[in-house]
């Protein structure tokens, strides 16, 4: 009976579709520029999924740069009174363009 039993293609496209959830809510990618068309974040978005299934190490790559980095800016601004990690890590990814504050992000970044 086709209605209870699943067919080798059902399995494999919820397969698809739960893996591509699954990395789709697992990437935080940087806060896109506002001049950016919702079309282009999503081809970088998608972009980012594909290259996770294929190469998912770059992922793990990807955090420890960031980490890395976010661990000199925090270094960078302790003076500031802003030498949370968490700080760092809104500064790398955009944060202060999105608010106006560009020459604070293209100085860290």
């Known amino acids: 009976n086709l209605i209870t039993t699943r067919t080798i293609w059902s399995i494999i496209l ?3 579709f739960t893996l591509f959830a699954s990395i789709y809510s697992a990437i935080h990618p940087n806060i896109p ?3 950016d068309s919702p079309l282009r974040i999503l081809w970088r978005r998608l972009g980012s999924m594909i290259m996770t299934l294929i190469v998912p190490e770059l992922i793990a790559t990807w955090a420890m740069r960031q980490r890395i980095r976010a661990r000199q800016v925090t270094r ?3 003076k500031s009174g802003y030498s949370s990690i968490r700080h ?3 500064v790398l ?3 202060p363009a ?3 504050w560009e020459t604070l992000s293209h100085t860290t970044a």
């Open 14 to 16: 919820s397969s698809v």
């Open 33 to 35: 520029n506002p001049k």
């Open 76 to 78: 960078q601004f302790e």
């Open 88 to 90: 760092s890590f809104f």
């Open 93 to 95: 990814m955009g944060f």
């Open 98 to 100: 999105l608010c106006g």
